[in-house]
């Protein structure tokens, strides 16, 4: 044998050693199965089912036959939120809305009951689990809303209160019904979990809504509906004005007549007592008091312009030319009075 020969030889045999060290390497990988704690592992040998891990303690390493002989399927075991768009149902009372809801499932995992291999069988994958159930939900929602009016739906019993924790909504109800019926699974009462492995963690309304083509209407209605009864709370609250205001100005008029009639009282009083003390002083000297009042009706009436026509017997008139009657008098007491005055009056 030659070299040219032996080379040949040579570089096939290295050839076929790294084929079978590769082969070795991906047929030692294809064994080994990695469970992780988000994940439900079935081992297929041969197309029928070996091994499965879904419990806790089955987390971390194993083995299988190497691929094409074993193989692994692997599926999600956290809680899956499926939110389908919202679908237009009409209410019993024929009204159309759009109602969107949420479901939040899983696959069982429930120790004796192995649900991950009835899901594996009745459904296969998470997109079937989702087409299954929107289908379910759709026929479950379109039931439950038809049995109810629209009034009833949207019913509370204070808007202006907030959600009770001691009673629960018509929404709440309804969401309940809904969660209790796709867990029922068929009208035989076959259970969803047994049935199709899935577990049902919660199922609600989320959201109910008007179509885009009625929502400007009932936005219009709603705002007249919010109007009247802002007209009705306005009224009430000028009906209430009212009657304060009213309730006010009679108190005002009441207030006002009786210090009126106090003052009027003060002022009788007042008048009466100076009335006593004036005619205590007239009393005293009642030729001092009309003397008084003779020469106040003088300095009221007299000055440089005035021209005063009195008769004879007037008592103003007997002032100017007598005097004052104490003086007179006073003077008629004393000797040689009356001549001097009689003089006096010669003169002028």
């Known amino acids: 044998m030659t070299n040219e020969d ?3 030889q040579s570089w096939l045999r290295r050839f076929g050693l790294v084929v079978l060290i590769t082969l070795l390497v991906l047929a030692t990988m294809s064994s080994i199965v990695q469970v992780d704690e988000t994940e439900l592992v079935l081992v297929e040998r041969l197309g029928h089912i070996a091994a499965v891990y879904d419990r806790p303690e089955d987390r971390g390493l194993h083995f299988k036959w ?5 193989a692994a399927r692997r599926f999600d075991a956290r809680v899956q939120l ?3 768009p919202g679908r237009e149902i009409f209410t019993r009372d024929k009204k159309n809305i759009t109602v969107e809801t949420f479901i939040c499932w899983r696959i069982g995992q429930r120790e004796s009951k192995q649900s991950v291999v009835t899901f ?3 459904l296969g994958s998470h997109e079937a689990a989702a087409a299954r159930l929107e289908s379910r939900l759709r026929s479950i929602v379109a039931t439950r809303v038809g049995q109810l009016e629209l009034s009833n739906l949207l019913r509370v019993d204070d808007p202006e209160a907030g959600p009770s924790d001691l009673k629960a909504g018509v929404l709440e109800d309804l969401s309940r019904e809904i969660r209790e019926q796709l ?4 009208a035989d009462g076959e259970p969803l979990l047994e049935r199709l492995g899935i577990e049902i963690v919660d199922a609600r309304i989320k959201r109910i809504n008007f179509p885009l083509g009625n929502q400007q209407a009932v936005f219009e209605r709603m705002k007249s509906e919010r109007q009247k009864i802002a007209d009705r709370y306005r009224s009430a609250g000028l009906a209430e004005s009212t009657v304060i205001r009213s309730h006010a100005d009679r108190q005002s008029a009441e207030l006002i ?3 009126d009639a106090d003052a009027e009282r003060i002022r009788g009083e007042a008048e009466a007592e100076s009335t006593a003390i004036l005619n205590q002083a007239h009393a005293a000297d009642p030729e001092f008091y009309r003397t008084m009042r003779t020469l106040d009706a003088y300095r009221t009436i007299l000055n440089d312009k005035t021209t005063l026509v009195l008769s004879a017997s007037s008592s103003m008139l007997k002032m100017l030319t007598e005097g004052v009657p104490g003086e007179v008098k006073a003077n008629e007491t004393k000797p040689g009075a009356a001549v001097g005055q009689s003089d006096k009056q010669n003169e002028k």
Do not use: N, T, V, Y
């Open 120 to 122: 594996f069988r009745s």
């Open 82 to 84: 499926f939110d389908p």
């Open 6 to 8: 032996s080379q040949p």
């Open 66 to 70: 190497p691929w094409p002989i074993g």
């Open 257 to 259: 007549a009786k210090a």
């Open 183 to 186: 867990q029922q699974g068929r």
